[in-house]
């Protein structure tokens, strides 16, 4: 006995030399052989370990680390760690790419009542939210952890809840969840998390308003975006740039729903009131440049950096902050600043995405890719005179590109090379209508493509007129066709690379998710079948609000499992499912105890090599089902309830129990 126990106190001295000494490998060695004697070295060394392990910031000495503490939960030992070294091991683990066991461990705490402040699981879930896979589990996370606080569950005023209240949620964390959902399409995930927020009583801050605008603008709920309108333009101190983003936001969504007269009508009056400001910024220079000249000498210029949006990416944080700066760090100073840095590199990436508004000293215009989406939007909706109006108008205002005789002639050009020959021919009759002389370039393109199609009625319709043409016309648009070539060629380019737009079916998805928010859900299934009937084919969009719907009502699993056999014909009929959809129906089957069903639902996931929260599936069943089928199956039973038991131990054995 006293040399096994000299043999260990060397074992253990060895390993505490080769921590201290920050030889990995070597420890790591020592600590195996440490449990193969002894078992688990005490508490001090083993969170050592794991701190070196971590620092190392090597994904193979992060894994090990993982499953020291995986190893030593399943043999109930959780109390040789600490909050704080499973906090560091997650952030770590998160920081190298591996969102899984990054998010598990920020579970288990939770489960264990060791609860990470907001501060630091924000971070976290920053790093989490680097791929599609980090971005849905950091939306998870979130979802789980306001849950806590929904309703005023937590009394703030009791002394025994302070630590359970530092993890609610804040904006930043939201903005960071909310920001990755966006960045990787997980868009109605995202709304559920915007539902959450007055529910946990968070007061929004000015880039929250910003990427709630984004959400809504994909997900299409133009009625969300006029009411947040009404905030945006209370809010005091909004930034040039975030202004910009809101409006290219509802421009677009405007668009989306075909709202022509709405989308023609902002940009109008962004021009409106951008040749104001211009005109009056234009008198205070001159004022100003008086002076200067009067009273003081040149001054060089300075360049002045205003932050996110200037033009250049942010530097991400680099380098790993060591365990011991980790522990002294107390109220996480170093992390805040770490997340509000990440926070804003991720905002800087979903402002590239749209570039429908520029702004020039607080003052906001249209841009080249707004007209191409306008003048695409009018052509596919067939309002020809309408688009004609609009740049008749806007060619009256300082436009950002020259629209002028040259332009339509461009876009009636494209309008050929596209095959729309019946758009081509109407706008010319309104330009004729509306008193502008046209292109005998755009005349001679059409008859050619009629002679093509070999349409005769409208080659002798259109020969009348052109021989009404001007035979100068063509030197006095000179001057503008390279200009309104650059407009063709991008017109062009967005109608082959772009979907064209179902208002329709935008339309009907806004009713039913109005239905299904207010949980009236007889009224949403009478407008699918509505829909239904007027041609419209649902999507994942569709049936993922009538899911959500049943889900906050509670107990319809009937109802889902027939609209699941509906969302499988329409799958063999072309619907594209994604992995949000899919998710909240395996929920659902889960939850109420349909096995049968929830195994296709997992089949058709990992067909589609689609994300799984395996986690949340375990969690979930032990919750609702642990004594299910746990002992010895009778020796007589109908095939029926075989079928129930076989699909229930199938979905067991998928999760990992």
């Known amino acids: 006995v006293l040399v096994r126990a000299r043999d260990i106190g060397k074992l253990h001295e060895e390993l505490e030399t080769a921590i201290d000494e920050r030889r990995v490998e070597d420890a790591w060695n020592l600590h195996e052989k440490h449990k193969q004697v002894e078992g688990f070295a005490r508490k001090s060394t083993v969170c050592k370990l794991i701190a070196r392990l971590t620092e190392s910031s090597d994904v193979k000495w992060l894994e ?7 190893k030593a939960f399943e043999d109930h030992k959780q109390t040789l760690f600490d909050a704080n070294i499973l906090m560091y091991l997650s952030l770590g683990l998160a920081k190298c790419g591996l ?92 709304e559920l998390l915007l539902d959450m927020i007055p529910r946990i009583n968070m007061k929004p801050d000015a880039t929250t308003l910003i990427v709630m605008a984004y959400i809504y603008e994909r997900n299409g709920r133009i009625e969300e975006l006029r009411k947040l309108r009404r905030h945006i333009e209370e809010v005091p101190n909004l930034s040039d740039n975030q202004l910009r983003q809101f409006y290219s936001c509802l421009l677009s969504c405007h668009l989306k729903h075909g709202d022509l007269d709405s989308a023609s009508h902002m940009v109008l009056e962004m021009l409106r009131n951008a040749k104001r400001a211009q005109n009056s910024i234009g008198v205070a220079n001159l004022i100003f440049e008086t002076d200067d000249m009067l009273q003081q000498p040149n001054v060089p210029s300075m360049e ?141 393109s059409l008859l050619e493509a009629y002679y093509g199609a070999n349409r005769m009625s409208e080659i002798k319709s259109l020969e009348s007129k052109e021989a009404k043409i001007s035979s100068n016309a063509e030197e006095e648009r000179a001057s503008h066709s390279v200009e309104g070539g650059e407009i063709m060629s991008k017109l062009l380019q967005e109608v082959r690379e772009g979907q064209k737009a179902d208002f329709g079916i935008n339309e009907w998805n806004n009713v039913i998710h109005f239905f299904c928010r207010r949980r009236l859900m007889s009224d949403a299934e009478k407008a ?35 609209l699941w056999g509906q ?91």
């Open 528 to 562: 699918l079948k509505k829909m239904r009937s007027l041609g419209f084919v649902p999507n994942a969009q569709t049936f993922g609000s009538l899911v959500n719907g049943y889900a906050a009502v509670g107990g319809k699993y009937l109802e889902v499992a027939g």
């Open 304 to 444: 002045i950096s205003t932050g996110l949006g200037c033009g250049k990416t942010r530097n991400l944080p680099s380098g790993a902050i060591g365990y011991e700066d980790f522990l002294h760090d107390r109220k996480f100073v170093t992390l805040e600043a770490e997340a509000k840095e990440l926070l804003d590199g991720m905002v800087f990436e979903l402002q590239n995405q749209f570039e429908l508004i520029s702004t020039e000293r607080g003052i906001l215009k249209p841009t080249e890719k707004t007209y191409v989406r306008l003048v695409k939007a009018f052509l596919e909706a067939g309002k020809t005179k309408g688009l004609v109006d609009f740049l008749i108008k806007s060619d009256k205002e300082d436009v950002p590109v020259s629209v002028d005789i040259s332009i339509l002639s461009n876009v009636i050009n494209a309008c050929i090379s596209l095959g729309w020959l019946d758009e081509a021919h109407d706008l010319l009759d309104e330009m004729r209508l509306a008193g502008i002389k046209s292109s005998s370039d755009s005349y001679n």
């Open 99 to 190: 969102p899984i066991p990054a998010s598990t461990l920020l579970r288990k705490l939770i489960q264990m009542e060791h609860y990470p402040p907001a501060t630091v699981w924000s971070v976290i879930v920053a790093y989490m939210s680097r791929n599609s896979s980090g971005s849905y589990l950091a939306a998870e996370l979130a979802l789980e952890i306001g849950y806590l606080f929904q309703d005023g569950r937590i009394d703030p005023r009791k002394k025994c809840n302070r630590p359970l209240i530092s993890m609610k949620p804040n904006p930043v964390a939201f903005n960071i969840v909310l920001a990755g959902c966006l960045l990787f399409g997980i868009t109605r995930k995202a």
């Open 567 to 657: 969302m499988k014909s329409c799958g063999q009929a072309g619907m594209e499912f994604d992995v949000e959809l899919l998710d909240s129906v395996l929920f659902t089957f889960v939850r109420g105890g349909f096995f049968t069903r929830a195994n296709e639902v997992a089949e058709m996931m990992e067909e589609g090599e689609m994300f799984v929260d395996k986690y949340k599936y375990r969690s979930l069943y032990l919750k609702y089902h642990r004594a299910l089928y746990k002992g010895k199956a009778p020796k007589f039973q109908k095939e029926s309830e075989l079928r129930r038991r076989e699909a229930a131990l199938a979905f067991k054995k998928w999760v990992g129990l």
């Open 64 to 70: 090990k680390a993982y499953g020291l503490v995986s």
